[in-house]
């Protein structure tokens, strides 16, 4: 059993800066694909960014440029830096845990960009 919690969110006003973090606890962190989505009011979830265990990362093309995601396999965690915020950048942000056919969902934590 994974358990992913994450923080960060908040209300920003367009143009700024906001970094998620994501905490796992177990053993596994360091050989997993880690993923940030993000859920739009009346929007399905979609895949922001992803980090692989050895650190190759994808980004969803509406966030090339502005986002960066990292990992840090000490501390069993995974960032997003998202900088240049847009109101369409809002939502809830979920952390998402990878390996084989087992995966785990964060509870998700809000992001608000607006004036």
């Known amino acids: 059993q994974v358990q992913l919690v994450e923080s960060g969110g908040d209300l920003v006003q367009p143009g700024g800066s906001l970094r998620l973090s994501c905490a796992a606890s177990?053993?596994?962190?360091?050989?997993?694909?880690m993923d940030w989505y993000r859920q739009a009011p009346g929007k399905e979830r979609e895949l922001v960014a992803s980090i692989s265990a050895v650190g190759i990362t994808y980004y969803a093309d509406s966030v090339k440029g502005r986002f960066t995601i990292s990992r840090d396999n000490a501390k069993n965690t995974v960032y997003l830096q998202m900088n240049s915020l847009k109101p369409e950048d809002t939502g809830v942000y979920h952390c998402h845990f990878r390996r084989a056919s087992v995966n785990y969902w964060g509870q998700g934590t809000q992001v608000t960009v607006s004036s």
């Open positions: 177990g053993s596994v962190f360091s050989i997993a694909v």
